[in-house]
């Protein structure tokens, strides 16, 4: 029997009670049996929501009213918090927040795979003991105003561009600097990017600091190479932000919402920042990916250390590699290391990364694991454990279908996107393999995102 269409305009005002979040952060119930989404509700609040658009089969609602208030509802600490739109969640207390993005986890498998979402071994999110100034990185988007420069994020909804002075969920440095910097282009009169006209120069103040030997690297984006009193520039960072270590210059002449452009200049300083996740460090290029999160990232793979559970004897495969840390964390407990990536950059930080650290067991070469798992099939050479970790996107078809051929014993799959998760591992399921474990951790607190390591191993027929 089809469910009766119903007919609400945009404006129109309508009861709805909240059944759960959902995978962006909004409140989710239905409204007449269709599904209404509403940002800022809270699962068992009772609200009044005022229509933006209605589609066949959903309702995208703005909250006007609550009439019953959730008792994991709190007051935003961000003064921002609402125009800014780059936190989801300050508004609901941090103890739900870990309930809620374990329950988000239990929605998407309940959707995407024929497992019983109350049966599958799903664990309790692994939080942060203090949630701010978690960020090791950030990038901002940069203005002339008539009070000065301003450097933020694009608000909700909107192409306005939101000052962001002191952001709660920033390393402090990180805003410290940027504040700076912006002062010093306001004082030098530098060029700013008009986004609308496409003239001007700096477009983005991109700062990353290391939370271990707290150097600081700073990247200028800019339209052109000929940056305008670049001398004097470089002059007036060195003097007032000592801590500044790595200085750069990365021309994006673009249209285009993507921050790098394929050109990097060293202006000043080393070129790479040193980073420690327990016992490893790492050199940071301005372009190496690297965890958001440092306290929270060395939790992460440690969960991935548990999952696989390594004795010494296993050959390892460290696919979607990057930089090799995921590989190198278990390089120490497992016979042989082998990563793949298709970016030949991080294939050589991979290299540089295991002869740093005296990891003979490793090896890295650039390409698609399922071009290089089956010539090493091959050859003769099986993976015992396969470990991946992903784009949003989730694994490719044909990685998916490569691994199912391989037949490893166990492969750990962590994911910032438990909905492509629930459909690779649905398609793993039919192939064989049996899901062991799920690990939410909270890598982003005050954010809808949640990451998830997910053990898996292959039924013994």
Same mark, same amino acid.
């Given at each position: 029997?089809?469910?009766?269409? /119903?007919?609400?305009?945009?404006?129109?005002?309508?009861?709805?009670?909240?059944?759960?979040?959902?995978?962006?952060?909004?409140?989710?119930?239905?409204?007449?049996?269709?599904?209404?989404?509403?940002?800022?509700?809270?699962?068992?609040?009772?609200?009044?929501?005022?229509?933006?658009?209605?589609?066949?089969?959903?309702?995208?609602?703005?909250?006007?009213?609550?009439?019953?208030?959730?008792?994991?509802?709190?007051?935003?600490?961000?003064?921002?918090?609402?125009?800014?739109?780059?936190?989801?969640?300050?508004?609901?207390?941090?103890?739900?927040?870990?309930?809620?993005?374990?329950?988000?986890?239990?929605?998407?498998?309940?959707?995407?795979?024929?497992?019983?979402?109350?049966?599958?071994?799903?664990?309790?999110?692994?939080?942060?003991?203090?949630?701010?100034?978690?960020?090791?990185?950030?990038?901002?988007? /940069?203005?002339?105003?008539?009070?000065?420069?301003?450097?933020?994020?694009?608000?909700?909804?909107?192409?306005?561009?939101?000052?962001?002075?002191?952001?709660?969920?920033?390393?402090?440095?990180?805003?410290?600097?940027?504040? /700076?910097?912006?002062?010093?282009?306001?004082?030098?009169?530098?060029?700013?990017?008009?986004?609308?006209?496409?003239?001007?120069?700096?477009?983005?103040?991109?700062?990353?600091?290391?939370?271990?030997?707290?150097?600081?690297?700073?990247?200028?984006?800019?339209?052109?190479?000929?940056?305008?009193?670049?001398?004097?520039?470089?002059?007036?960072?060195?003097?007032?932000?000592?801590?500044?270590?790595?200085?750069?210059?990365?021309?994006?002449?673009?249209?285009?919402?993507?921050?790098?452009?394929?050109?990097?200049?060293?202006?000043?300083?080393?070129?790479?920042?040193?980073?420690?996740?327990?016992?490893?460090?790492?050199?940071?290029?301005?372009?190496?990916?690297?965890?958001?999160?440092?306290?929270?990232?060395?939790?992460?793979?440690?969960?991935?250390?548990?999952?696989?559970?390594?004795?010494?004897?296993?050959?390892?495969?460290?696919?979607?590699?990057?930089?090799?840390?995921?590989?190198?964390?278990?390089?120490?407990?497992?016979?042989?290391?082998?990563?793949?990536?298709?970016?030949?950059?991080?294939?050589?930080?991979?290299?540089?990364?295991?002869?740093?650290?005296?990891?003979?067991?490793?090896?890295?070469?650039?390409?698609?694991?399922?071009?290089?798992?089956?010539?090493?099939?091959?050859?003769?050479?099986?993976?015992?454990?396969?470990?991946?970790?992903?784009?949003?996107?989730?694994?490719?078809?044909?990685?998916?279908?490569?691994?199912?051929?391989?037949?490893?014993?166990?492969?750990?799959?962590?994911?910032?996107?438990?909905?492509?998760?629930?459909?690779?591992?649905?398609?793993?399921?039919?192939?064989?393999?049996?899901?062991?474990?799920?690990?939410?951790?909270?890598?982003?607190?005050?954010?809808?995102?949640?990451?998830?390591?997910?053990?898996?191993?292959?039924?013994?027929?």
């Amino acid at each position: 029997m089809k469910t009766k269409d /119903v007919h609400v305009k945009t404006g129109d005002k309508i009861p709805v009670t909240i059944k759960r979040l959902g995978i962006n952060g909004e409140g989710v119930g239905f409204y007449k049996k269709k599904v209404t989404f509403i940002p800022g509700a809270l699962p068992g609040e009772e609200v009044i929501a005022k229509v933006d658009k209605s589609f066949p089969n959903r309702i995208e609602a703005n909250l006007a009213t609550i009439k019953k208030r959730s008792d994991d509802r709190v007051k935003p600490p961000c003064p921002i918090y609402e125009e800014c739109g780059g936190c989801q969640l300050q508004h609901l207390k941090y103890e739900a927040q870990l309930r809620e993005k374990k329950d988000i986890v239990r929605q998407a498998f309940q959707r995407y795979t024929s497992y019983n979402a109350h049966h599958i071994p799903l664990k309790d999110t692994i939080g942060m003991e203090d949630p701010w100034n978690y960020r090791n990185k950030s990038q901002l988007q /940069v203005a002339k105003k008539e009070a000065g420069v301003i450097a933020g994020l694009y608000g909700i909804g909107s192409h306005k561009l939101i000052d962001l002075t002191n952001c709660m969920v920033q390393h402090p440095e990180t805003s410290n600097v940027t504040n /700076v910097i912006k002062s010093i282009l306001g004082d030098l009169n530098i060029s700013i990017y008009n986004e609308r006209k496409r003239t001007g120069m700096v477009r983005t103040i991109v700062t990353r600091v290391s939370f271990q030997t707290k150097q600081v690297q700073v990247v200028l984006v800019t339209a052109e190479r000929n940056l305008p009193k670049k001398d004097l520039l470089i002059q007036e960072i060195k003097s007032r932000l000592p801590q500044v270590v790595s200085l750069l210059q990365n021309i994006n002449g673009q249209k285009t919402s993507v921050i790098f452009g394929d050109k990097t200049i060293h202006l000043e300083g080393g070129e790479t920042i040193q980073e420690t996740l327990g016992d490893l460090s790492f050199e940071l290029s301005a372009r190496a990916f690297f965890q958001l999160n440092p306290i929270q990232t060395v939790k992460l793979y440690n969960q991935v250390r548990r999952a696989a559970k390594l004795t010494g004897v296993e050959k390892v495969v460290d696919a979607y590699c990057g930089v090799g840390t995921i590989g190198l964390w278990l390089a120490k407990d497992a016979k042989e290391i082998r990563g793949m990536d298709v970016i030949q950059d991080s294939i050589r930080d991979a290299s540089e990364n295991a002869i740093k650290h005296g990891y003979s067991n490793a090896d890295y070469v650039t390409g698609k694991a399922e071009y290089w798992l089956p010539k090493w099939l091959k050859e003769g050479w099986k993976p015992d454990v396969i470990v991946v970790d992903p784009p949003r996107t989730g694994c490719d078809q044909t990685f998916l279908q490569t691994v199912a051929k391989i037949k490893p014993k166990k492969l750990v799959y962590v994911s910032c996107n438990p909905s492509t998760l629930a459909k690779d591992v649905n398609f793993l399921s039919e192939s064989g393999f049996k899901i062991q474990s799920l690990q939410p951790v909270d890598m982003f607190p005050h954010t809808s995102h949640v990451e998830v390591v997910a053990a898996l191993t292959l039924n013994k027929k």
